[in-house]
């Protein structure tokens, strides 16, 4: 009847979201003061407020579990016990450095992970690595682009300068929650900490036929956009609504061409469809 779950990540609101669809009572606990940290923070909001049937406990502190209550302390120190029938665990990964050599063959590892540069090697000769071990991109579609970056140099280490590397900036993400957001590139906060100059616009998918005639005036749905003063060139495109996670490939394939919001204006995209606000928000941005 109830569901805790610790942890506001991906895998801790998809399931949040999943046990709600399904009936139970489901309260969110999460220590940052927004879910969804590597999401741009105007959208995750939207997220959340989007997802009604939730309880999001925003900045508290797990202190211990007793049995079926999980005893929180709130942002302002006050205690909180949570009372659930089923505590879902969603803190995140780590790597496992035991039990296969790791430790004793001088590989250059963190806590985070195993080190690897933009072409996946180690600091061994001969040694690449790929995939959630190094820490850099814990997503299945990223391994998998490390894995033919790492095996197109053990064949062909030509094939770097046919650019075989990996652009971490430019691995999309997707949360499959109802509705999903998606995302590629850089936030806004991301652009400030690289002391990037950049304007951002946010349009709601209202503006798309297709997302109004199959859910109404009423729905949550955006797009935004983040693009760099000067040049215009796309920095990052977020979504949250419908088909999010069909149509981020789309805006990856942007960043990846360093296309500028102008070249992006000129792009035409089929109508009616929800990914036609990618195109909007190029609009909605200022010059």
């Known amino acids: 009847d109830h569901v805790a779950v610790i942890g506001g990540g991906a895998i801790g609101v998809e399931f949040a979201g999943l046990f709600s669809a399904l009936g139970a009572e489901v309260t969110v606990i999460e220590s940052l003061d927004e879910i969804l940290p590597f999401m741009d923070s105007d959208l995750a909001a939207k997220l959340r407020e989007s997802m009604r049937s939730v309880t999001f406990k925003l900045g508290f502190r797990v202190k211990r579990i007793d049995g079926g209550v999980v005893c929180c302390v709130a942002p302002d120190g006050t205690r909180e016990d949570i009372e659930a029938d089923v505590i879902f665990m969603a803190v995140g990964r780590q790597p496992c450095f035991e039990g296969w050599g790791a430790e004793t063959s001088d590989l250059d590892i963190t806590p985070r992970g195993v080190t690897v540069d933009d072409t996946m090697r180690t600091n061994l000769p001969g040694v690449w690595a790929v995939g959630d071990i190094t820490g850099r991109s814990q997503l299945a579609h990223a391994a998998y682009r490390m894995g033919e970056i790492a095996a197109a140099l053990i064949i062909d280490p030509a094939s770097q300068r046919h650019g075989q590397i990996m652009r971490w900036d430019n691995v999309p993400w997707a949360v499959y929650t109802s509705p999903e957001a998606a995302g590629v590139g850089l936030t806004e ?29 009423s729905q949550d749905g955006a797009v935004k956009i983040v693009a760099e003063k000067g040049s215009r060139a796309v920095k990052g495109i977020h979504m949250v609504g419908p088909y999010a996670s069909e149509a981020i490939w789309g805006a990856a394939g942007v960043i990846e061409m360093e296309l500028t919001a102008d070249d992006l204006r000129q792009v035409v995209f089929p109508h009616p469809t929800v990914s036609e606000g990618i195109r909007e928000a190029a609009w909605a941005l200022e010059g």
């Open 189 to 217: 906060k991301e652009c400030a900490k690289r002391g990037l100059d950049v304007a951002a616009a946010v349009v709601p998918l209202v503006l798309s036929g297709r997302f109004v005639a199959e859910h109404g005036l």
